[in-house]
């Protein structure tokens, strides 16, 4: 796979009718815009594993209200393409693999998603070499997402696919799921997984995206330890957001559970084998005692850089990019967060 032109020159008569409308960026003195405007990037610059899009036919499905009502200050996030390789362009980031973040059940979901779809793979072609995407698929439906999966994968040669932590209340390694994984693993896929909103409401705290979201990214990881899935699918590439929510630093406990269970380990394996095997991305997790946990327990090689926009304001996306610049350890190992460990995940070139 490549992020090149001729990789998608091939989709112009898929993607020809696709709009090039997005949700507006509007220009503030605190937005993501470098005075010089897109460049392009010198040198081996940063790919963003983390970042979304909204284009029109998804804003129009969910409503902005909806897109607010998740976010920390309830305000909807804004985007435009300009915005995003605004972003990129001021913090040094050669690449970013666009998806469709969590949300609502969608009315016609196949249909948006497709349409979602194939916007994300046009913004690929409209800009040779920035862009990349994880495609969305239309879950709970197994049979529609196993046909979306072949399409993306197979004619919009996407990197891969997102999967979000739970579709109402039901954790990835629910035996819903496996149809999907089976395929998945078959194909050595590439399955990024987003935290949803949980199955119930707390009353009196923030907004869900602020706490329940890395506790469901916890939660669908350890599904798919203890349901057996980490060992029965060895060949998907999952990679966690947030640096895998509290999952680094519940890991003994989850080892632990582990022990107190005879037969359990043979079922799903070595738990602390089956955490180096997830891929872990950087996105609001840029803080030391994160990043300690993190590195505590993950596959060095495994970490990969992320930003979280545009739902991150601007002013974490500086703190995940001078948190990486900060962190002690040699050139090496922060190239390999930057760029290295997605090139070789992805197989592109920064």
């Given at each position: 796979?490549?992020?090149d032109?001729s990789?998608r020159?091939?989709?112009?008569?898929?993607l020809?009718s696709?709009?090039l409308?997005?949700?507006?960026?509007?220009?503030?003195?605190n937005?993501?815009?470098?005075?010089?405007?897109?460049?392009p990037?010198?040198?081996?610059?940063?790919?963003d594993?983390h970042q979304?899009?909204?284009?029109?036919?998804?804003?129009?499905?969910?409503?902005l209200e909806?897109l607010?009502s998740?976010?920390p200050?309830?305000?909807?996030?804004?985007?435009?393409?300009?915005?995003?390789?605004?972003?990129?362009d001021?913090?040094g980031?050669?690449?970013g693999?666009i998806?469709?973040?969590?949300?609502p059940?969608i009315?016609?979901?196949?249909n948006?998603l497709?349409?979602?779809n194939?916007?994300g793979?046009?913004?690929g072609v409209?800009?040779?070499?920035?862009?990349?995407?994880?495609?969305?698929?239309?879950?709970?439906?197994?049979?529609?997402?196993?046909?979306?999966l072949a399409?993306?994968l197979?004619?919009?040669k996407?990197e891969?696919v997102?999967?979000?932590?739970n579709?109402?209340?039901?954790?990835l390694g629910?035996?819903?799921?496996?149809?999907?994984?089976?395929?998945?693993?078959?194909?050595?896929?590439?399955?990024?997984?987003?935290?949803n909103?949980?199955?119930?409401?707390l009353?009196?705290?923030?907004?869900?995206?602020?706490?329940?979201?890395?506790?469901?990214?916890?939660?669908?990881?350890?599904?798919?330890?203890?349901?057996?899935?980490m060992?029965?699918?060895p060949n998907?590439?999952f990679?966690?957001?947030?640096?895998?929510?509290?999952?680094?630093?519940l890991?003994?406990?989850?080892?632990?559970?582990?022990?107190?269970?005879p037969?359990?380990?043979?079922?799903?394996?070595?738990?602390?084998?089956?955490?180096?095997q997830?891929?872990?991305?950087t996105?609001?997790?840029?803080s030391?005692?994160?990043?300690?946990?993190?590195?505590a327990v993950a596959?060095?090689?495994?970490?990969?850089?992320?930003?979280?926009?545009?739902?991150?304001?601007?002013f974490?996306i500086?703190?995940?990019?001078?948190?990486?610049?900060?962190?002690p350890?040699?050139?090496?190992s922060?190239?390999?967060i930057?760029?290295?460990?997605?090139?070789?995940?992805?197989?592109?070139?920064?």
């Amino acid at each position: 796979m490549s992020f090149d032109l001729s990789r998608r020159t091939t989709l112009a008569a898929v993607l020809g009718s696709v709009a090039l409308g997005g949700t507006r960026l509007a220009a503030a003195p605190n937005d993501h815009t470098s005075p010089q405007g897109s460049k392009p990037i010198t040198g081996s610059g940063k790919i963003d594993t983390h970042q979304h899009f909204l284009p029109k036919v998804y804003v129009d499905a969910v409503g902005l209200e909806t897109l607010a009502s998740v976010m920390p200050n309830r305000r909807a996030p804004e985007w435009s393409e300009t915005g995003a390789l605004a972003m990129m362009d001021a913090r040094g980031i050669a690449k970013g693999v666009i998806s469709i973040s969590s949300g609502p059940v969608i009315p016609d979901a196949p249909n948006v998603l497709r349409k979602c779809n194939d916007e994300g793979a046009a913004i690929g072609v409209r800009h040779k070499g920035r862009f990349g995407l994880f495609a969305s698929l239309p879950l709970p439906d197994i049979d529609a997402s196993l046909k979306e999966l072949a399409y993306a994968l197979d004619t919009l040669k996407a990197e891969g696919v997102i999967l979000f932590t739970n579709y109402g209340g039901k954790y990835l390694g629910d035996p819903a799921f496996r149809p999907l994984l089976e395929e998945l693993n078959r194909r050595s896929g590439v399955a990024f997984l987003h935290p949803n909103e949980p199955n119930y409401h707390l009353v009196g705290q923030p907004p869900e995206s602020v706490l329940e979201f890395p506790f469901d990214t916890t939660r669908t990881a350890a599904s798919l330890i203890f349901s057996g899935a980490m060992k029965a699918f060895p060949n998907i590439r999952f990679i966690l957001s947030h640096a895998g929510g509290t999952l680094p630093f519940l890991s003994q406990r989850l080892a632990g559970a582990v022990m107190l269970n005879p037969g359990l380990e043979e079922k799903i394996g070595d738990p602390n084998a089956a955490i180096r095997q997830f891929w872990f991305d950087t996105a609001l997790s840029m803080s030391k005692p994160a990043m300690a946990a993190l590195m505590a327990v993950a596959d060095p090689t495994k970490i990969v850089f992320g930003t979280d926009f545009p739902m991150a304001p601007p002013f974490a996306i500086t703190m995940s990019v001078d948190g990486l610049a900060a962190m002690p350890i040699d050139e090496a190992s922060r190239n390999a967060i930057s760029y290295n460990n997605a090139e070789r995940l992805l197989s592109i070139k920064a």
